[in-house]
């Protein structure tokens, strides 16, 4: 019966997976999975009606976009790391995982910003440029805020705050990182590879 | 890292220590920080309801414009800022956060809890939908308010043909609102996984609740639509983008597409929590419990999943392939399908119960005849060919009105008829009720009844006049007398609300004899809602006694009291068992200073004084950055 369920000693505040808080990113996860599904939507659709050739100057360089690939994708790999190690107490993995996020998101933000400067049309050129600025800017835009939480955990991490039992802000910062490096899988395979292969 | 809950009886000292607790203090900081559900909750309706006010006024000059052919009260410019007022305000400003005021209001109480999941969360999207509402509404201040039509077709809307700030204000208005929405609907969504009271499976749940819980994943998957959307628009206008820019490559289609596929979901967003009301409010005023409950939830929960397959029949008319449309018709059709469900399930509610005729009752009874009518003119433009004959005419107009009003309108102030007592401590007069509810009923259908006939006349929607002879006088002079009369029945309603507040005989718990779980409370609640926490035995907790659902029992008058602090019972999603203790935050000036930065920024983005965005979006990161910075640890942790 419920009243005697309750009487027994209950922990005091949710921890980690299926806290209140841990729900709430997955949900802010879903919705902006779902803006990033309708910005991919318009960019298959423009493609579709496109009269000439699509992209019109041909598929975008591979030269930065794919080590830069390489680069987030290892930044998931430190998180993860990082994450695994406050599970366990090891608060020196987890200052220095962090540090290393932040380091390897930085350098792809970098060198997104070099490769911008190589492109040979603008946002306003045509609805191909529109489309190619907009998705990958609103991709760097989530990374530079997932930087900014990773960064606010990480001064958190070394004024330990965190231990086994409490690391909600971690998980959840995790959780929104291992995110924004699907969303580039996304992108990346939508702008990228899919004009060589169609 | 642990506290016992040892179940405990309401006590007069208890009383005083939660509320000492709970309660929000006075003055300034309380105004502006409190986290309170209920408080809240009602600054929503009251709103929601002033922007009613607001889109009225509009349509009352609109309906005088038109009363007879070869007006000239308005210019065409200003029809024009009129009607797509009028449709962002009533679509966007008032349908839908009307309803979160009623589930910001109602959700703790009917499940048993001290709060929502997320209260600061809860405080900071009633901001956001003031100031984004304010900020829509301050376009008539420089004369140059939205004027393309609330679904706002490119090419109309680029910047070649529509210069100046008025769809500026659109796009960022709605941007700023979709904040509001989703982070609102995040909140509904955790409160339900992990606020409900122990024993309370989701079988168990009032419809009301299912309502708001679908229309909450609904948000999630289509507001973002609306987001990119608006950006586009925003990028086009301003940076010269080409996305709906046929010249430069772009679609305008492209537009149409994006704003459907969330306008459709929209329409049940703004329906299903409304239904919702209908389907636990019915039951009540028929003394038994709803016939069908489980058809009813599903009912719910498919019609929020199909209405992301029928987009495409607000687009029958743009050449796309038969296919296409014969497809999305068919799916249109399918959704008539839940819908029937819901309506057979309240028509056999009445005629297996016993009808108490309150005003609440008469306006269900009025819902259900104006969604009937809705629907079949629903079903009637789901068919291609009728489709486009019609399209763009005022029967169109008559058929969302019906929806609109029928499912919103009629289900709202039957809402606040049911539980402005609870909110208040007081009745509403029932006389004056009823007045109220046959002025407004007569005058609906007198007014929109014959926008069908003018539709089927040709008269399209959205022109400023009309020349005499084309035989569309008597029809328009019938539906302005109508929508007047309708008015004169919304001025009852709040004539009605006034003297309750002032005079209303007092309430008590529970003056209707409901079965759910929000009437075992004082009316109004005390700042802490439950003294000590229920537990949930059946689907009707306050009806256990007469009904023999089963042995199961809820208690109500024992169980834990949590009164160390702001406190609250956290359960396990499905099985709605005990895991936590869930610490709930103090109130706070966080949310309103962050809504404030956020404006700051879009007012920025508006003037492309792009020092002032920057510096709003600074302000948002540092209120952010100091909102979720952590407090005193908890002593227990």
Redesign the interface.
């Known amino acids: 019966?419920?009243?005697t369920?309750?009487?027994r000693?209950?922990?005091?505040?949710?921890a980690g997976k299926?806290?209140?808080g841990w729900?709430?990113m997955i949900?802010?996860i879903?919705?902006?999975a779902?803006?990033f599904?309708?910005?991919l939507?318009?960019y298959f659709?423009?493609g579709s009606?496109?009269?000439g050739a699509w992209p019109?100057s041909g598929p975008p360089e591979l030269r930065l976009a794919l080590p830069n690939t390489v680069i987030l994708l290892l930044s998931s790999g430190a998180m993860w790391w990082a994450e695994s190690g406050v599970r366990r107490g090891a608060q020196g993995r987890l200052r220095v995982g962090l540090l290393i996020t932040l380091g390897l998101g930085i350098i792809f933000l970098a060198i997104q910003a070099v490769e911008y400067s190589h492109k040979h049309f603008t946002?306003?050129t045509?609805?191909?440029?529109?489309?190619f600025f907009?998705i990958t800017g609103f991709h760097g835009a989530h990374v530079a805020v997932g930087l900014?939480m990773i960064a606010?955990v990480t001064l958190?991490a070394w004024l330990g705050?965190f231990s086994e039992?409490?690391h909600l802000?971690v998980t959840n910062v995790s959780l929104y990182w291992h995110f924004v490096d699907a969303v580039w899988l996304a992108v990346f395979t939508s702008l990228y590879l899919s004009p060589r292969f169609v | 890292m642990a506290a016992t809950a040892p179940p405990a009886a309401p006590t007069p000292p208890l009383h005083e220590r939660l509320l000492r607790i709970w309660e929000t203090p006075p003055g300034l900081f309380g105004i502006l920080g409190t986290v309170d559900h209920k408080k809240i909750g009602k600054r929503y309706l009251v709103t929601a309801f002033a922007f009613m006010l607001a889109g009225g006024l509009e349509a009352a000059v609109m309906r005088a414009q038109l009363t007879a052919p070869n007006q000239r009260l308005l210019s065409p410019e200003t029809y024009n800022q009129l009607f797509s007022m009028h449709g962002i305000t009533m679509i966007f400003l008032y349908a839908s956060p009307i309803l979160s005021g009623f589930s910001n209001y109602i959700w703790p109480l009917m499940l048993g809890s001290r709060d929502m999941a997320f209260p600061r969360l809860n405080a900071l999207s009633y901001w956001l939908f003031l100031f984004s509402g304010l900020f829509i509404y301050s376009s008539f201040l420089v004369g140059q308010a939205p004027d393309r039509g609330w679904f706002a077709y490119a090419p109309l809307t680029e910047g070649a043909f529509s210069p100046g700030l008025h769809m500026d204000f659109y796009a960022l208005g709605l941007l700023f609102l979709t904040v509001s929405t989703t982070v609102g609907a995040i909140n509904f969504i955790v409160t339900l996984f992990k606020l409900r009271a122990p024993g309370m499976s989701i079988n168990r749940l009032p419809i009301f609740i299912w309502g708001t819980l679908t229309t909450s994943f609904a948000v999630l998957f289509a507001m973002p639509s609306l987001t990119a959307a608006c950006i586009m628009l925003y990028f086009d206008r301003r940076f010269g983008m080409h996305f709906f820019d046929a010249a430069g490559g772009g679609h305008p289609l492209l537009w149409q597409h994006l704003f459907w596929i969330f306008g459709h979901p929209w329409v049940y967003i703004v329906v299903l929590p409304a239904m919702g009301i209908m389907s636990d409010m019915i039951p009540t005023f028929c003394r038994r419990p709803l016939v069908g409950y489980t058809f009813v939830a599903l009912a719910t929960v498919s019609t929020g999943i199909l209405g992301f397959g029928v987009w495409v029949h607000h687009m029958f008319a743009t050449g796309l392939p038969d296919l296409s449309t014969d497809f999305f018709s068919a799916a249109s059709m399918v959704i008539t399908i839940p819908s029937a469900v819901a309506v057979f399930a309240w028509l056999a509610t009445i005629w297996h119960g016993r009808p108490v005729l309150r005003t609440p009752f008469l306006f269900a009874a009025g819902f259900i005849v104006l969604f009937v009518i809705g629907g079949v003119s629903g079903v009637a433009t789901a068919a291609v060919p009728f489709d486009r004959q019609l399209t763009d005419t005022y029967f169109v107009v008559a058929h969302l009105h019906y929806v609109l009003v029928g499912i919103n309108v009629f289900p709202v102030i039957a809402g606040f008829y049911y539980w402005l007592p609870k909110m208040t401590g007081r009745m509403l007069n029932e006389r004056l009720g009823r007045w109220n509810f046959w002025t407004m009923f007569l005058g609906f259908n007198l007014g929109f009844f014959p926008m069908h006939i003018a539709g089927l006349l040709g008269m399209p929607r959205r022109i400023y006049t009309y020349p005499a002879g084309l035989g569309w006088g008597t029809v328009n002079l019938v539906t302005s007398i109508g929508a007047y009369v309708f008015a004169v029945g919304v001025v009852l309603f709040l004539v009605n609300v006034l003297w309750s507040i002032r005079r209303g005989p007092p309430a008590g718990p529970n003056p209707w004899d409901a079965p759910t779980l929000e009437w075992a409370t004082t009316s109004p609640p005390p700042a802490y809602n439950f003294e000590v926490l229920p537990s949930i035995g059946s689907r009707h907790p306050l009806w256990e006694d007469r009904l023999a659902e089963g042995a199961a029992r809820s208690v109500l008058d024992r169980g834990p009291a949590l009164d160390e602090g702001r406190e609250t019972l956290g359960i396990t999603p499905l099985d709605a068992e005990p895991s936590e203790i869930l610490t709930m935050p103090e109130d706070s000036l966080y949310p309103f200073l962050l809504a404030l930065s956020l404006l700051v920024t879009f007012y920025g983005l508006l003037t492309s004084v792009w020092a002032l965005a920057i510096a709003g979006g600074v302000l948002v990161l540092a209120m952010t950055v100091g909102w979720l910075w952590p407090g005193p640890e908890p002593e227990a942790a």
Not at chain 1, 9 to 14: D, E, H, I, T
Not at chain 1, 126 to 131: E, K
């Open positions: 019966m419920a009243t369920a309750v009487a000693r209950l922990p005091v505040g949710g299926g806290a209140t729900w709430g949900l802010l879903v919705t902006e779902s803006l599904v309708y910005l939507f318009s659709y423009l009606m496109a009269r019109p946002p306003a045509d609805a191909y440029g529109s489309l907009t900014i606010v958190r705050h039992r409490r802000a």
